[in-house]
């Protein structure tokens, strides 16, 4: 029924869309005039500001899937289910540093684990935008710099970020 560059679009930014169509359920409320619409609008406006600015930051991690494998966040791991590659599972607890590297002109987070295990995910591989959410939980971890690296990796031929590390 709906149409498919429609459909794209709305599932890459149909979370900055609905943010925006809060924001102005928000600025409704407080032209509508009167210090509790004022307030009531002023908190939806906020909220809703909290929600694009979680959005925009995870706009990069929303890609078109060309990538063979699964990524899963399942109760604090992370899993891939490669189909030409090997998958595994590393649980955030153990993660201690995270790069996002390019190899053979394809994006690829690598997660190493204290244990010097690595796994190596495609950026666009299936469910690999459930990553955003389950960085977010990792301490010290700044979602801008990820968000920022993750957009650029495309444009450099050898690109190598460490995104985070864990102290020590």
């Known amino acids: 029924m709906i149409r498919e560059p429609v459909r794209q679009m709305m599932s890459r930014w149909g ?12 600025g409704w409320l ?12 002023g908190v939806v406006v ?13 706009l990069p991690f ?3 899937i060309a990538a063979p494998g699964l990524v899963e966040v ?10 030409t590659q090997m998958g595994g599972e590393i649980a955030l607890r153990d993660l201690v540093e995270i790069r996002l590297l390019r190899l053979d002109g394809r994006g690829h987070w690598r997660l190493r684990s204290a244990g010097g295990e690595a796994l190596l995910i495609p ?18 971890l700044q979602m ?10 495309a444009e450099q031929s050898d690109a190598m970020h460490t995104v985070w590390r864990r102290d020590a």
Request: hydrophobic share 60%.
């Open 15 to 26: 979370e900055i869309l609905a943010g925006l169509a809060i924001m102005l359920g928000g």
């Open 30 to 41: 407080i032209w509508l005039g009167g210090w509790f619409c004022l307030v009531i609008g």
């Open 46 to 58: 906020l909220v809703a500001l909290a929600l694009l600015i979680g959005a925009w930051r995870r």
């Open 62 to 64: 929303r890609r078109d």
């Open 74 to 83: 399942v109760e604090g791991a992370v899993r891939y289910f490669g189909a």
């Open 123 to 140: 950026v666009d591989a299936a469910g690999a935008d459930a990553l955003a959410h389950a960085f977010t939980a990792l301490p010290g």
């Open 144 to 153: 801008g710099a990820v968000s920022n690296a993750l957009a650029h990796v």
